[in-house]
């Protein structure tokens, strides 16, 4: 056992997994941040706090530049042609709203259809339901397997002339399976439709690059990727993002204003409007900064050595159902399951008093537990922060779940 | 442990052995109790005849503490006037929020076993679900 936590350095770097009785198996709702994610933003108050964008005075200026800086470091991690195809936003969600109202609203109109798939967390799904309403536009779904893959015939199927918007995870955040992105693109494009990828689940677990992938737009939350709360991101293919009207109007979104009408500013700001999260943004670039400091291969290394352990744990225990695939590599840290004769609630309150912090209930994406014919289920979620001895813990008090709530065994 | 857990035997048997979780063909009343965040679903059935509780049951799906406290409630409230079941009601909600004394305790029988759930205000809607569900019924 020592020897694992001696192979885990990076434990050290996250003071909140110092605290006793703790053991953290929530990383997709959110991850924990590591000292330098902490200090950034406590740097930015200490040394640079002005309003960005807006003073001619020096403070205000370097205030400005850590803020671009940021936006900089986001440019370079996802490999975007240029720095204002990156818009900073509050989160995930607040992004795809971005481009629901934004993009969705000015380009759909009652003949078009916008394809989602049945895997959506609700912050990819309420956005097109809106906008479909709004315009008349028709939601389409493309629904997976038992394994979470979605077939090439569903996409050929369900994506065709008609699309105009393909908005899709690319990993779930229920079974942990990772959408056929390439495939999706490539037929979206041949219909002349854009994707929109939800990679809320997918930044912090392997390399994401936006020219490869070649989506369109791409929204991700810093405080997933070891970030602070409350900065998020929306990428967006510059040509794109130019013809869009803005989302939010107000303070520093603009050229110039006059009392009737106004002139917008240019990419990035036209979509950023009031007082930035500065801080937040350069708590994000510390996050990044910090990942590749480390390395997707090694992250990639440890999250795949702990999931697989902890799938064949949980196989051991009788009861314990596991969604989506069998194999290890598929689930990208997510084990979802549920546990014969007991409610996900009360499995949680049971792991709760062994100090093991996990999440229950429909995960925020309901349509794929109806799809599933499953009411709720129990999540574990990994990082490369855990350790093996934590999956066994797991393990050990998950054995003793039906047990505890008055089974035989 | 870093916390208490309130899943003993009394609990327990209540969730897997609920002496009141079926039909109740001779109803006249009948209300869904909702907990929309977690899924909790309890279907209450009574029949009240001169203001006396003189059967119930229910049915649904949720966790052991909602179900439980359902099954404990009927225990306590078949036989008992309108006034009464709402009493003990009272009496429940104030136990929750840690203000009942021990004389009132008393007279919640089993389900003053769900007393720790005050601990963990997350469950706490799981723990009244019923009773709450019970007091809209007789406040008609």
């Known amino acids: 056992m020592k020897e694992t936590e001696k192979s885990n350095s990076w434990r050290k770097d996250f003071p909140l997994l110092n605290r006793d009785n703790l053991i953290y198996l929530d990383n997709a709702a959110t991850a924990q941040k590591p000292e330098c994610v902490l200090k950034a933003e406590m740097d930015f108050y200490t040394k640079f706090n002005a309003n960005p964008l807006r003073g001619f005075y020096e403070l205000a200026m370097e205030a400005t530049d850590s803020y671009e800086d940021a936006r900089r470091t986001v440019q370079k991690f996802l490999n975007a042609r240029f720095p204002e195809e990156i818009i900073f936003t509050r989160n995930t969600t607040e992004s795809l709203n971005l481009a629901a109202y934004s993009y969705g609203l000015s380009s759909l109109s009652k003949d078009d259809e916008i394809v989602v798939t049945i895997m959506e967390h609700h912050s990819n799904l309420l956005p097109w339901q809106m906008a479909a309403a709004k315009t008349g536009a028709t939601l389409r779904f493309l629904e997976c397997e038992k394994d979470g893959s979605i077939s090439r015939k569903q996409l050929k199927e369900v994506i065709g002339e008609r699309t105009k918007i393909v908005a899709v995870t690319h990993v779930s955040n229920v079974l942990g399976t990772k959408t056929p992105v390439e495939e999706i693109v490539k037929i979206a494009h041949e219909n002349e439709a854009v994707v929109i990828l939800d990679a809320a689940q997918s930044v912090a677990h392997m390399p994401v690059d936006v020219q490869k992938l070649n989506v369109d737009f791409l929204a991700f939350s810093g405080h997933k990727l070891y970030g602070p709360i409350g900065i998020g991101v929306l990428y967006g293919k510059k040509e794109l993002l130019e013809k869009m009207p803005p989302f939010l109007t107000g303070g520093e979104m603009i050229q110039s204003v006059h009392r009737e009408s106004a002139v917008f500013a240019p990419l990035p700001h036209k979509f950023e409007a009031g007082t930035v999260n500065a801080a937040g943004a350069a708590g994000l670039a510390a996050a990044i900064r910090y990942i590749d400091s480390i390395g997707f291969d090694a992250i990639e290394k440890q999250e795949q050595k702990l999931t697989a352990l902890a799938m064949e744990e949980l196989k051991k225990i009788p009861g314990i159902s596991v969604l989506g695939s069998d194999k290890p590599e598929e689930h990208c840290g997510i084990l979802t399951f549920t546990i014969e004769g007991v409610h996900p609630h009360d499995v949680s309150a049971i792991l709760d008093s062994d100090g093991i912090a996990v999440r229950a209930g429909h995960h925020c994406a309901q349509p794929l537990f109806e799809y599933l014919e499953i009411p709720s289920a129990t999540r574990v979620s990994l990082a490369f922060y855990n350790t093996e001895r934590e999956v066994h813990a797991l393990a050990e008090s998950l054995g003793n779940v039906r047990r505890r709530m008055g089974y035989e065994q | ?140």
């Open chain 2, 1 to 140: 442990m870093n916390s208490r857990t309130f899943y003993n035997e009394i609990l327990n048997d209540h969730n897997l052995h609920p002496g009141h979780k079926h039909d109740l063909a001779e109803a006249n009343r009948e209300l869904e109790g909702v907990n929309p965040s977690c899924g909790d679903d309890i279907r209450l059935k009574l029949r009240v005849e001169n203001g006396v509780i003189k059967d119930g049951a229910f049915q649904g799906s949720g966790c052991a503490v909602s179900q439980a406290s359902a099954d404990m409630m009927l225990d306590l409230v078949i036989g008992k006037s309108r006034e009464e079941a709402l009493r003990l009601s009272e009496i429940f909600r104030k136990m929750i929020q840690k203000q009942a004394g021990e004389e009132e305790m008393e007279l919640l029988e089993e389900a003053s076993v769900l007393q720790d759930i005050a601990h963990m205000p997350a469950r706490v809607k799981c723990a009244v679900l019923s009773w709450h569900t019970l007091e809209e019924m007789l406040k008609e």
